[in-house]
């Protein structure tokens, strides 16, 4: 007689925690991107550079980095027993 083979899909809550896992991972990413990003501008019709407006572009990012940060860290603080491997 066979014995029963364990599913192959992980439970949802563990599978959800390492896409979160993923995403903060590459939120570093992200915001290395998102800050280079000035660089590639084409300056103004003037022959000044355009500083406020990348002045403002570079704390909107990062505040935006560190909203998304701090709605992350709470899913990845819950760790709880068991949750990892697979469902019998």
């Known amino acids: 007689m066979k014995r029963p083979r364990a599913p192959l899909f992980l439970k949802r809550?563990?599978?959800?925690?390492r896409?979160?896992?993923d995403?903060?991972?590459m939120l570093p990413i992200l915001g290395a991107i998102l800050m280079l990003l000035p660089?590639?501008?084409?300056?103004g019709e003037t022959a000044k550079a355009d500083t406020a407006t990348d002045g403002i572009y570079l704390f909107a990012v990062?505040?935006?980095?560190?909203?998304v940060a701090a709605?992350?860290?709470p899913g990845l603080a819950d760790d709880r027993p068991g949750d990892e491997g697979e469902e019998r």
Do not use: F, Q
């Open 13 to 17: 809550g563990s599978y959800r925690k």
């Open 19 to 21: 896409r979160l896992r």
């Open 23 to 25: 995403g903060a991972r």
């Open 39 to 43: 660089i590639l501008w084409t300056p």
């Open 62 to 67: 990062w505040i935006g980095l560190v909203l």
């Open 71 to 73: 709605l992350l860290a």
